[in-house]
Antibody, heavy 123, light 113 residues
Framework: QLQLQESGPGLVKPSETLSLTCSLS??????????WGWIRQPPGKGLEWIGS???????YYNSSLKSRVTISVDTSKNQLSLKLSSVTTADTAVYYC???????????????WGQGTLVTVSS | DIVMTQSPDSLAVSLGERATIHCKSS????????????LAWYQQKPGQPPQLLIY???TRESGVPDRFRGSGSGTDFTLTISSLQAEDVAVYYC?????????FGQGTTLEIK
């Protein structure tokens, strides 16, 4: 049974960098069937895709966040990470780690989501 | 970027009645390579992460009750719950994966009337 566990600071100061890790158990981040993504949800609002990656390191980012986002994988630790720089209060959200189905370079729907972690940006 | 627009924003339906949610994309999601519509539906219950309900616009994920049906093609899609149950109270999102730059609809809140 796949488990995705997000972890990281729950409070980040404005202008600093938000850093989160997603640890996979029950599956391999190097799987050729899946890719990995981060999605966030501000309190009481909808879902916003942040970006996606597959194990070769190829990344795709939301246009509105691209200049501030870095997503990477650590295959030795079976982990996915997210870094979001220069945060503001608008970045306060629950951040979800997700697994997506893929076929080669074709990326499809997200079939598994972590429980999410709330990150608050505040001084 | 592809923009996804859902309607209505909220919906109240009586138990046992039909609920219908619409999703419109700013460009066609029908991919010429596989002749499939690259659209998924998710259900999010309070305090929980979203769960995949339907993909390829009309394929139910394993374990999803058959009262959930996805339909549509091109730019217009519909999620229908044929007979609303109390456990279906949730926010429903559509998502396009036609582009590698994913995007979601704003969500539709479904409540019991």
């Amino acid at each position: 049974q796949l488990q995705l566990q997000e972890s990281g600071p729950g409070l980040v100061k404005p202008s600093e960098t938000l850093s989160l890790t997603c640890s996979l158990s029950g599956g391999s981040i190097t799987s050729s069937t899946y890719y990995w993504g981060w999605i966030r949800q501000p309190p009481g609002k909808g879902l916003e895709w942040i970006g996606s990656i597959y194990y070769s390191g190829r990344t795709y980012y939301n246009s509105s966040l691209k200049s501030r986002v870095t997503i990477s994988v650590d295959t030795s630790k079976n982990q996915l990470s997210l870094k979001l720089s220069s945060v503001t209060t608008a970045d306060t959200a629950v951040y979800y780690c997700t697994r997506g189905r893929r076929d080669g370079y074709n990326l499809y729907y997200f079939d598994y989501w972590g429980q999410g972690t709330l990150v608050t940006v505040s001084s | 970027d592809i923009v996804m627009t859902q309607s209505p924003d909220s919906l109240a339906v009586s138990l046992g009645e039909r609920a219908t949610i619409h999703c419109k994309s700013s460009q066609s999601l029908l991919h010429s390579s596989n002749k499939k519509n690259h659209l998924a539906w998710y259900q999010q219950k309070p305090g929980q992460p979203p769960q995949l309900l339907i993909y390829w616009a009309s394929t139910r994920e394993s374990g999803v009750p058959d009262r959930f049906r996805g339909s549509g093609s091109g730019t217009d899609f519909t999620l229908t719950i044929s007979s609303l149950q109390a456990e279906d109270v949730a926010v429903y999102y559509c998502q396009q994966y036609y582009s590698t730059l994913n995007s979601f609809g704003q969500g539709t809140t479904l409540e019991i009337k």
